[in-house]
């Protein structure tokens, strides 16, 4: 993994401790959705949700449903994030 994957793993790992969840304890899925989020950034100059089909500024990572999304369901639509609970 580069250095500028590493750099986006820390910052939502941050990102989602202070929000009160955590990135998905499965490293290949995160790993597969950073590499989507830096090719839609270099692609479309923002790091749109690789798994939505969508790209406007709600699709922007993290969008704007993932906390709802969370909170019903114990995980964003991609998987990025998690409740603190999931996999439990």
Do not use: T, W
């Not at 990135?23 to 830096?38: A, M, R, S, T, V």
């Not at 950034?41 to 922007?60: F, L, M």
């Amino acid at each position: 993994m580069d250095k500028k994957a590493k750099k986006l793993i820390k910052k939502y790992n941050e990102y989602a401790e202070k929000n009160g969840f955590r990135l998905n304890p499965n490293k290949k899925i995160i790993e597969h959705l950073i590499k989507g989020l830096i090719k839609n950034e270099e692609k479309y100059g923002k790091k749109y949700c690789p798994c939505r089909k969508i790209h406007n500024d709600k699709s922007i990572c993290p969008c704007i449903y993932h906390k709802k999304e969370i909170k019903e369901q114990g995980h964003c639509h991609c998987f990025l994030f998690v409740s603190k609970a999931f996999g439990d």
